[in-house]
């Protein structure tokens, strides 16, 4: 069974430069997180959707981050304009369903650095 | 407080010793518990669920104390591939917040 994919790998911008990652989760799981791990740190939950309805983004700095899922699929996360506190891991995560007692299996990641 | 605190290490132990290590979560209402094992540069993997009656994986048991409110994880016969950031996982339940994630403590299995 393929794993939940992520690209790009790596990237590298300057900031206030927008920057964009995609996520494709394993197929038929209705559930995609995203999270953010800074060197030194646990991961930290973005946004989760439920197929294509966010279900939590109350850790999302609004400002700048925004997510979609809209066919309840493929999500893109986008920071605009980037700082240099983003730069860190990001985690894409999917589970069958919403329930957190279920296994989330977790992308390569995308490590982003901000210059 | 901070919701999940784990110590970060790192837990130095000789191959085939015993290490044990607590992860403290802050909200009594906290619904599940896991633990996660991160390798250097890699996504993080579902190690273990935590149960209330604790359980055991060959050479891995996680315990839950509710009342002290803290888990742990025990590694019997430590392998070099152990060698890893163990990450405690808490959801603290009614649909909030998602689950919380410690810093994680990094072990290293020496030869």
């Known amino acids: 069974e393929a794993g939940v994919a992520q690209s790009p790998r790596y990237k590298i911008i300057e900031k206030r430069q927008s920057v964009a990652f995609w996520c494709n989760p394993i197929s038929g799981h209705a559930t995609l997180y995203w999270y953010q791990q800074i060197l030194g740190q646990g991961p930290k939950l973005l946004i989760q959707?439920?197929?294509?309805?966010?279900?939590?983004d109350s850790q999302l700095p609004k400002d700048r981050f925004s997510a979609e899922r809209l066919k309840g699929v493929d999500s893109t996360l986008k920071i605009q304009p980037a700082k240099l506190e983003d730069s860190a891991v990001y985690l894409c995560?999917?589970?069958?369903?919403?329930?957190?007692?279920?296994?989330?299996?977790f992308g390569p990641g995308t490590r982003l650095l901000v210059l | 407080r901070k919701e999940v605190e784990q110590d970060p290490g790192p837990f130095n132990v000789p191959e085939g010793a015993t290490v044990a290590f607590n992860c403290t979560y802050s909200?009594?209402?906290?619904?599940?518990f896991f633990w996660y094992r991160q390798d250097c540069r890699k996504e993080p993997k579902l190690l273990m669920s935590v149960y209330s009656s604790g359980n055991e994986d060959g050479r891995f048991t996680a315990q839950l104390n509710r009342a002290s409110q803290y888990i742990s994880l025990l590694i019997r016969d430590s392998k070099l591939s152990d060698s890893a950031t163990y990450l405690c996982v808490v959801d603290p339940g009614g649909g909030a917040d998602g689950l919380t994630f410690g810093k994680g403590t990094h072990l290293i299995i020496q030869p």
């Open positions: 995560a999917s589970s069958l369903g919403g329930d957190f007692q279920e296994t989330q299996y």
């Open positions: 959707f439920q197929n294509n309805g966010v279900v939590d």
């Open positions: 909200n009594s209402a906290s619904q599940s």
